[in-house]
Structures are given as C-alpha cells and as structure tokens.
C-alpha cells in the first residue's frame, strides 16, 4: 500500500494550507508543491514556522485545561489536518472516551484527515464550513459524537482568521457561544502584530499576501481590543487574553523572547455561562 509521502507528486500539483501548516509543524501529510509555497512564505516572515508550533502548543495546552475541567467532546474548527499532537491524542491520553469532531471546509484536508482517523471510533473529520455554524451542527458524525445538552469544548485556532470583518467574526463566536450548554468553553487564538516591531509587521503583510497568492486564503491580523471584545458575556478564565506563549504555559519550558513570532498571536479560554 502506497503510504502519503510516497504518492506520485502528480497527484497534487497545488499548495494546500493545511499541509503547509503540517509541514510547519515537522509533520509528514504534505508534498512537495506545499513544501515549495511554504519555504516561499518564510521568505516573507522567517519565524512563521515558530508561529505555526506556537500556535500548536496553545491548541495542546487549551485542551489539556479543559479536559481537567471535565470537558469530554470537543469541536475543532478549522482544524486542518489531525497531525502532530493535535486535539485527539492530548484529549485521549487524559480521557481515552473523549469525543472530537474535526471540521475543515477544504476537501483534500478531510479526505487525508479521514484516512489518518480511520478507527478511531470517537474522532470523525467532517467537511464543512466552521464560518456556517448549522453545516456544522447539522453534520451527521457531529450529532452523533457531540451532545450539545451537555458541556463541549469550542476550538477556534485556525477559523478567525480567515473571517474578514464583513463575515462579523463577533456574530460568529457568538452563535457557536449559544448553542453550547453552561459550563462549555470557548478556546480562542488569532493573529495580531500590534506588540511586533516595525520589521515585523511589514514581513507579517508580505506573509499574509504570500498565503493569498499561494493558497488563494486571505488572513487577517486583529489588535488585542478587537480579539478581547469576542469574549463578551464569558467568564474569561487565568491568565486572559494573553500572547500564545504565556496562556498558561508549561513549567521548565523557557520561551525565546528574542523570536519575532512571540509577539504575533493572542489566545484565551472562555467559559459559557
């Protein structure tokens, strides 16, 4: 049987984020045209692979929280694809019952993510658009794992930022927000260069029109204001809305704080109440 990296480079002969992202993260699940559009941003911004893992590492240590809450299902939107400690196996090594639905709207990323989940009898990989909260809802594998009755976990690192401003990102936290039942949680992280030096935030511009051009998405960069303001009507939990790197991070791990991509990302948990 042909493994991933092994299928003929025809196969795919255009860049897809969420294998430019995996391959960020030393994953496997990319080919070479993603690996080419990838080294190509990071001539735009040298540390966007440092951002990638950064962003990984709050997503790992979001779950880790919440499954300590007693959190047990999990919705992942934006998910791309399921590699590289992601959702599942950090919930699974606390909680083996844990349920998690990964949701992505981009085919290639579902149809790889199904292959990576196949038994696994709690994780399902559904393609729908997390920017349409019903498509997610409504989803088959999502009624069937996700009991909205109960407490769930909302994970938004990677939808945010592909939601422009006349989507009403605001709107979007918000009817993800009720449709959870108290005491859910809502785990957000979004892109920002407002602590970036002068440097930074031009090679931030250059990276965000090089991702438009290679993979046809467009990200956008928030200041903290507008990101704290999608936590309205939470309880924000310890620390806050802070950088990536200092929401609750692991004791004895020291952060670089000399990397540029320190200062571009925010994340925080909220709980619905």
Known sequence: MTTFAERPAAVVDVANIARIYDYYLGGLYNFEVDREKAER???MLPSVDLLARANRDWLRRSVRFLVAQGID???DLASGLPTVNNTHEVAHARNPQA???YVDCE???VRHGEE????EPLIAMIE???RDPEQVWSHPSTRELIDLSRPVGILMGGLLVF???AQDPAALVDAYRNACAPGSYLSISHLSDDLADETTRIQVGRMTDAYLAGVGQQLYVRDRKVIASWFEGMELVEPGLTLMADWRPDPGLAVDAQTASRALG???TARVL
Do not use: E, N
């Open 128 to 130: 729908a658009d997390g």
């Open 116 to 119: 990576i989940l196949a038994g």
């Open 107 to 109: 085919p290639s990323a």
């Open 73 to 75: 299902q999990f919705i």
């Open 99 to 101: 349920r998690v639905v």
């Open 41 to 43: 941003i990071r001539t």
């Open 163 to 165: 939601v422009d401003d």
């Open 266 to 268: 925010y994340g925080a």
